[in-house]
């Protein structure tokens, strides 16, 4: 009899804690109450002017240099002839490019203001911040997963 009440102390147990730990494993939405809302405007940028530059070939020059003929020992082929050798050497030379800067202005188109808000929320009296694109009015939905809450947009 205290074996079976142990037992079953022991799974209540379990069966607590294993549904503690499944409420952070869960993943569902909710809705919290707007404590402040701050409305962030980011000002249009203005159009810029750069300069590009690149350099581009133009001509390309080759000059020869010396070149001669020298003559090697001759050798000795498995027919047993014998042959003669000769190699060209080429020394020197050299080719020349020219390059051009070309450069060009790029103008940049100006961006528009952007406005953000910067919105604190109550979720189970805990205070959350997070930058949303509209204006949240008096309630937000949340996304809760794993114990981190964040807004649902």
């Known amino acids: 009899m205290k074996r079976l009440s142990q037992s079953i102390v022991a799974i209540l147990g379990l069966m607590l804690a294993g549904s503690a730990f499944a409420r952070y494993q869960d993943s569902y939405f909710d809705y919290a109450r707007v404590v402040s809302v701050d409305?962030?405007?980011i000002p249009p940028s203005e159009p810029r002017t750069t300069e590009e530059c690149w350099?581009?070939?133009v001509q390309q020059s080759s000059y020869p240099g010396t070149s001669?003929?020298?003559d090697l020992p001759p050798v000795v082929t498995n027919d047993g002839e014998v042959a003669s050798r000769t190699e060209y050497v080429q020394e020197g030379g050299y080719t020349e490019r020219?390059?051009?800067e070309h450069c060009r202005e790029r103008?940049?188109?100006s961006l528009p203001p952007e406005v953000f808000y910067d919105v604190v929320y109550d979720y189970r009296?805990?205070?959350y911040h997070d930058r949303i694109r509209h204006?949240?009015?008096s309630s937000v939905r949340v996304h809760v997963e794993n114990g981190y809450v964040e807004i649902a947009e």
Do not use: C, L, S
């Open 135 to 137: 204006d949240p009015g």
């Open 68 to 70: 001669y003929r020298r």
């Open 107 to 109: 103008r940049t188109a």
């Open 98 to 100: 020219t390059v051009e």
């Open 55 to 57: 350099k581009e070939p």
């Open 39 to 41: 409305r962030i405007v």
């Open 125 to 127: 009296n805990q205070e």
